[in-house]
Nanobody
Framework: QVQLVESGGGLVQAGGSLRLSCAAS????????MGWYRQAPGKEREFVAR????????DYADSVTGRFTISRLLAKNTVYLQMNSLKPEDTAIYYC??????????WGQGTQVTVSS
């Protein structure tokens, strides 16, 4: 099973920035993409961003387009989420995900992002 270790979460004021990291390790599997989801209290987990392993395809939720950037460093099997112009509504637990197909199959433990107003 793939292990996903997330880091970079924390407390930031509105308008600030954070960079999330997710390092993948473990058994070899067919990975099609990596991405990020988030879940706020009382809400379902929602898609945030996705990047193909070849980095030829990137997708973003409408709510973060223009503010968040997803990237990856192949040498470290790591995916990043650069979050700029953060808003209080971005407050959530952010989960790293690995896709074997078009749907996420493995999940990280989550990292808390809190944006104060």
């Amino acid at each position: 099973q793939v292990q996903l270790v997330e880091s970079g979460g924390g407390l930031v004021q509105a308008g600030g920035s954070l960079r999330l990291s997710c390092a993948a390790s473990g058994s070899d599997i067919s990975i099609n993409a990596m991405g990020w989801y988030r879940q706020a209290p009382g809400k379902e987990r929602e898609f945030v961003a996705r990047i193909s392993v070849t980095a030829t395809s990137r997708d973003y939720a409408d709510s973060v387009t223009g503010r968040f950037t997803i990237s990856r460093l192949l040498a470290k099997n790591t995916v990043y989420l650069q979050m700029n112009s953060l808003k209080p509504e971005d407050t959530a637990i952010y989960y790293c995900a690995v896709y074997s197909g078009n749907k996420p199959e493995y999940w990280g433990q989550g990292t808390q992002v809190t944006v104060s107003s």
